[in-house]
């Protein structure tokens, strides 16, 4: 079994700030890419951020400059710095990831269940 779980998440005002961990666990022989994705109500999900095992970073549009994407190998965890929010940035948020289990032949994305960011203005 691979499990992600997430924490962080929370009730902060407009130009606060936020860091949302995931750290995923289980029969882990690799992970590839990890990521996060929001979810705001009555909106399809969204990519914010992904950060490769190697190589450059990516983020939306609107989380640049205010979000920062970091991985911790050796803890198989990935963070999403969150500063400068806004209330748009209101979703729940999920981290994914793509590993390689010990017990497939192939990689696939797994899901976290999700934590709830609420930004007042």
């Known amino acids: 079994q691979v499990q992600l779980v997430e924490s962080g998440g929370g009730l902060v005002q407009a130009g606060g700030s936020l860091r949302l961990s995931c750290a995923a666990s289980?029969?882990?022989?690799?992970?590839?890419?990890m990521g996060w994705y929001r979810q705001a109500p009555g909106k399809q999900r969204e990519l914010v951020a992904v950060v490769p095992s190697g190589g450059n970073t990516n983020y939306d549009d609107s989380v640049k400059g205010r979000f920062t994407i970091s991985r911790d190998n050796a803890n198989n965890t990935v963070y999403l710095q969150m500063n400068s929010l806004k209330p748009e940035d209101t979703a729940v948020y999920y981290c994914t990831a793509n590993i390689k289990a010990y017990y497939y032949t192939r990689t696939r994305d797994y899901w976290g269940q999700g934590t709830q960011v609420t930004v007042s203005s």
């Open positions: 289980g029969s882990i022989f690799r992970i590839n890419a």
